[in-house]
């Protein structure tokens, strides 16, 4: 499945399949890149980052893409389960304003069994 | 290694009280910040600490929000009067240095506010 980010907030996958989630960030001096991953009641936790100098990064299960030229930045889980339910954010650092991160609105991944 | 804690986890008062979150960050994180979250949002900034200095405050509304770090460590951010529209969940992170920017933001569980 694949969300489009701010104009589609919620992505609905099955257990076992890629998921990707989109986010558009608009400040093209951002630097540094986040996705956290929030699930309910608890507070946003990082799940991978990316600076501006690179275009993709791995952590395990996750990939992290970055596409400067169109300032998109999307995130990969490769099968995905239930346990990665949760809304993700993006969240850009705009460089020489400090630690000051610009979250994105979040989309709700809802894996089914 | 113990997280950055948080209290209340919840609180609900009535509008025109007093209100006041208590975090405390990770042991020998230099930075702090508190974020507001609505619904459905992602975190907003209010306020960032590097030790006991606000470095940026910009975003905190100083007509009715306040915080200290007086130590450089436990943070306090306190409402006087609450408003219905401030109901929301506050946030607390922190970070080993936060002046580049480009390092890891741990956060805590949050305290949900609820003003009737």
């Known amino acids: 499945g694949e969300s489009v980010g701010l104009h589609l907030p919620t992505l609905s996958v099955q257990e076992g399949d890629n998921s990707i989630i989109n986010c558009a960030y608009s400040?093209?001096?951002?630097?540094?890149f986040i996705w956290y991953k929030q699930e309910s009641g608890k507070g946003p936790q990082f799940i991978i980052d990316?600076?501006?100098?690179?275009d993709k990064r791995q952590g395990q299960r996750v990939t992290v893409l970055l596409n400067k030229t169109v300032k998109h930045l999307s995130l990969q889980i490769a099968a995905t389960q239930p346990g990665d339910s949760a809304v993700y954010f993006c969240?850009?650092?705009?460089?020489?304003?400090?630690?000051?991160?610009?979250f994105g609105q979040g989309t709700e991944l809802s894996v089914k069994p | 290694e113990a997280g950055v804690v948080q209290s209340p986890r919840y609180k609900i008062i009535e509008k025109k009280q007093p209100v006041a979150f208590w975090c405390n960050p990770i042991?020998?994180?230099?930075?702090l910040y508190w974020y507001l979250q609505n619904l459905g949002q992602g975190p907003e900034l209010l306020i960032r600490?590097?030790?006991?200095?606000?470095?940026?405050d910009s975003q905190l509304p100083k007509d009715r929000f306040s915080a200290e770090r007086l130590k450089g460590v436990d943070s306090t951010l306190k409402i006087q009067p609450a408003e219905l529209g401030d109901s929301a969940v506050y946030l607390c992170?922190?970070?080993?240095?936060?002046?580049?920017?480009?390092?890891?933001?741990?956060f805590g569980p949050g305290t949900r506010l609820t003003v009737t």
């Open positions: 992170a922190s970070s080993p240095y936060g002046t580049s920017g480009m390092d890891e933001q741990y």
């Open positions: 400040n093209s001096a951002s630097d540094y």
């Open positions: 990316i600076r501006s100098n690179m």
């Open positions: 969240a850009e650092n705009i460089k020489n304003q400090g630690g000051k991160l610009i």
């Open positions: 042991s020998g994180h230099n930075t």
């Open positions: 600490y590097e030790n006991e200095e606000a470095v940026d």
